[in-house]
């Protein structure tokens, strides 16, 4: 049995939803069980089409709704780019069942392109979590801000790998809240600084084709990351991703220009989403009108378009 934890607002069921459909068809050998942690504005349509698509596979779902009084999440981050829904990551171990041990949380602009039982029966007994380097965790500024070693790298969130008989043992919940409440003021990336500050001493390497994130994509020269220290594992993270994380630009969204945004369209068109319209351009008006002035400015040799991205790779 493998457990998924996702944590979408009602809004994001389909991508999520196309999320789970890609872990299911590309792990038909194994049980999974994943577990949505809501509020109460997740309607009952769209619990309904999560039901089914993952059990027609054989797999369960089980839906876990909570009340943010509860767990009183106002510290006063409150930021447009980083609503409710992503601190509930970070408590989803109150309300899992006692039973479930160790949980794979994943965001839901992930698509599973393998099986995942080789990364589940990775050992993670001495750690409270396991994660991938995130693509600017060459930024000294995230060390500064967090007051630890860059020596202990900076993870990305969007796949965690959870040890909760780890965060229930060492009152993990207390040196959240404590860091979420008093120390406010250092967290830019919110949940993820939260992980990588409380975690700094007890998190796991994991190779990262288990979180192929969009800047793994990108040319050399715009690497935020040390290239050589990761040079070889680095080389079959971008060529046979298992995880292909397109975390910034949304595949979904209109204008998005990640080199392998039609993994995303593979899965979502086998789904009961087959057909939603793409999202309006959620960038703001300032940077949309830019967008409109990029081209002729380029034409009159005012600017320069620079594609950060290699479009020469491939995937296997």
């Not at 006692?98 to 029966?121: F, M, P, T």
């Not at 409380?198 to 190779?207: A, E, G, N, R, T």
Request: hydrophobic fraction near 35%; include cysteine.
């Amino acid at each position: 049995m493998i457990n998924i934890l996702s944590t979408p607002s009602d809004n994001y069921a389909m991508p999520c939803g196309v999320m789970f459909y890609s872990a299911c068809v590309n792990n038909k050998k194994s049980n999974l069980h994943f577990y949505v942690v809501t509020d109460n504005s997740f309607t009952e349509e769209n619990k309904n089409k999560l039901r089914e698509t993952v059990t027609p596979f054989g797999n369960q779902i089980d839906f876990i709704i909570i009340d943010d009084n509860d767990i009183n999440i106002s510290t006063g981050m409150s930021c447009s780019y980083y609503p409710k829904y992503v601190f509930y990551r970070l408590f989803a171990f109150k309300y899992l069942p006692q039973n479930v041990s160790k949980i794979l949380y994943l965001d839901c602009d992930i698509i599973i392109r393998a099986d995942l039982s080789d990364l589940w029966e990775i050992d993670i007994s001495n750690y409270g979590i396991a994660g991938v380097p995130d693509a600017q965790e060459g930024r000294i500024q995230n060390y500064n801000r967090l007051g630890y070693s860059s020596e202990k790298g900076y993870y990305n969130a969007g796949v965690i790998m959870m040890n909760l008989d780890f965060w229930r043992n060492n009152n993990v919940e207390v040196l959240i809240r404590e860091l979420m409440t008093e120390h406010s003021s250092k967290l830019e990336l919110y949940d993820q600084d939260v992980l990588n500050s409380v975690f700094q001493s007890s998190k796991k390497y994991l190779p990262l084709k288990y979180n192929a994130q969009s800047g793994f994509f990108y040319h050399k020269r715009f690497y935020l990351f040390e290239y050589l220290k990761y040079k070889q594992d680095l080389k079959e993270a971008i060529s046979k991703p298992i995880i292909l994380h397109l975390c910034g630009p949304q595949p979904w969204s209109k204008g998005c220009s990640h080199p392998f945004k039609s993994e995303f369209f593979k899965y979502r068109d086998q789904t009961i989403w087959k057909n939603t319209p793409l999202w309006k351009n959620r960038r703001s008006l300032s940077k949309r009108f830019f967008d409109l002035l990029r081209k002729p400015l380029k034409r009159f040799g005012v600017y320069t378009i620079e594609d950060k991205y290699d479009r020469t790779l491939t995937l296997d």
